[in-house]
């Protein structure tokens, strides 16, 4: 069993900035590394960047270049640090194995909502 726990959402103005976090629980909840995904109204969810347990960041085209993936100074923590924030960027964040397959594909969390307007 796998928890994840989404935080730090909220409404932003274009061009500004929000850090979500991710609290992570269960057995080998990092096995694969861990990743953030989004869902905005009316769409599927997508992948937006993933940080392995070895390795470098990946991150969707989409957002390369103004999101950040981090790990915490405790393990079972992960950040993305949102800059330059537009409203295509508005969506449900959630987070998850870098790999969302078996046991991970049942335990997506609640998510935090993020929304980007003036």
């Known amino acids: 069993q796998v928890q994840f726990v989404e935080s730090g959402g909220g409404l932003v103005q274009p061009g500004g900035s929000l850090r979500l976090s991710c609290a992570a629980s269960?057995?080998?909840?990092?096995?694969?590394?861990m990743g953030w995904y989004r869902q905005a109204p009316g769409k599927q969810r997508e992948w937006v960047a993933t940080?392995?347990?070895?390795?470098?960041?990946n991150y969707a085209d989409s957002v390369k270049a103004r999101f950040t993936i981090s790990r915490g100074d405790a393990k079972n923590t992960v950040f993305l640090q949102m800059n330059s924030l537009k409203p295509e960027d508005t969506a449900v964040y959630y987070c998850?194995?870098?790999?969302?397959?078996?046991?991970?594909?049942?335990?997506w969390g609640q998510g935090t909502q993020v929304t980007v307007s003036s």
């Open positions: 998850n194995s870098a790999l969302v397959v078996g046991r991970f594909a049942v335990s």
């Open positions: 940080i392995p347990t070895t390795g470098r960041t």
């Open positions: 269960g057995s080998d909840f990092d096995i694969y590394g």
